[in-house]
């Protein structure tokens, strides 16, 4: 990540995939699932887990391949989390959802207190197993030396509970209390951190908390803030729409 940074007041940096190696600790999640419920449903979660993720980049990619089966999966976890929809919109996160589906799809019993156990799992080990990557660690200590702040922004992690008829019941602070755990173990130093509950990016009511967030250190000219992540449609186009500068990091 090369930024001159004197020519900012203020960075806004997404944290998955942008700052820590998510990849890595997915890895060893899907590893951690396979030795308790057998590599068939951990090989399916993890199957989701990437139709999910790029579905949701590709957004606008009307030629992607697996758009169908993206869609049908979404109209899936629709029919899980209706009682939650109205206000707060699908969680496509929900690893409850997944291994709902998933153990649906192999015909196998998995009782509410198993799916919240095997999204304990999946979440625990993944937080054990994730590491900064390297360019961010000289980035972050480059934004400590100039002295402006660091504001990290994230996605939720759809945090749910499953009640006994197995629909899934989402509740944001119980969701955001999770992640806030989770995120505690990481390497960072920043000065304020938002996470997507209830309303998650890209929606503009996402980035209307940021910019607030960033409000209360100063009116910064929107030209002086720079937002930093993985994704065009989820991190960046709303905060360009509004005049910041952005970087999008590939990996």
Request: hydrophobic share 40%.
């Amino acid at each position: 990540m090369k930024v001159n940074l004197a020519d900012f007041s203020v960075v806004v940096s997404d944290i998955d995939y942008t700052l820590v190696d998510f990849g890595m600790g997915h890895r060893a999640a899907i590893e951690a699932l396979a030795q308790i419920f057998g590599r068939q449903l951990a090989n399916e979660v993890n199957r989701m887990f990437h139709l999910v993720l790029e579905g949701l980049r590709r957004a606008e990619d009307v030629n992607w391949q697996e758009r169908m089966a993206f869609q049908e999966v979404l109209s899936q976890m629709h029919q899980l989390q209706a009682p939650s929809l109205t206000m707060y919109g699908l969680k496509p996160w929900s690893r409850e959802s997944w291994l709902i589906l998933v153990a649906k799809k192999l015909q196998i019993v998995l009782t509410p207190e198993q799916v919240e156990a095997g999204r304990d799992l999946y979440w625990n080990t993944l937080s054990e197993n994730i590491v900064l990557y390297e360019d961010a660690k000289a980035f972050l200590e480059a934004i400590r030396q100039v002295g402006i702040p660091l504001i990290l922004m994230t996605s939720s992690d759809s945090i749910c509970r499953v009640a006994d008829d197995y629909s899934v019941l989402y509740d944001p602070a119980y969701s955001e209390q999770y992640k806030m755990r989770r995120l505690e173990r990481l390497p960072l130093s920043y000065q304020e951190l938002v996470i997507g509950d209830p309303i998650d990016k890209p929606d503009p009511r996402f980035f209307d908390k940021v910019f607030q967030t960033v409000a209360q250190y100063e009116n910064f000219p929107m030209e002086k803030i720079l937002v930093i992540g993985d994704s065009e449609r989820s991190d960046l186009q709303e905060p360009r729409r509004r005049g910041c500068r952005t970087l999008l990091v590939t990996r």
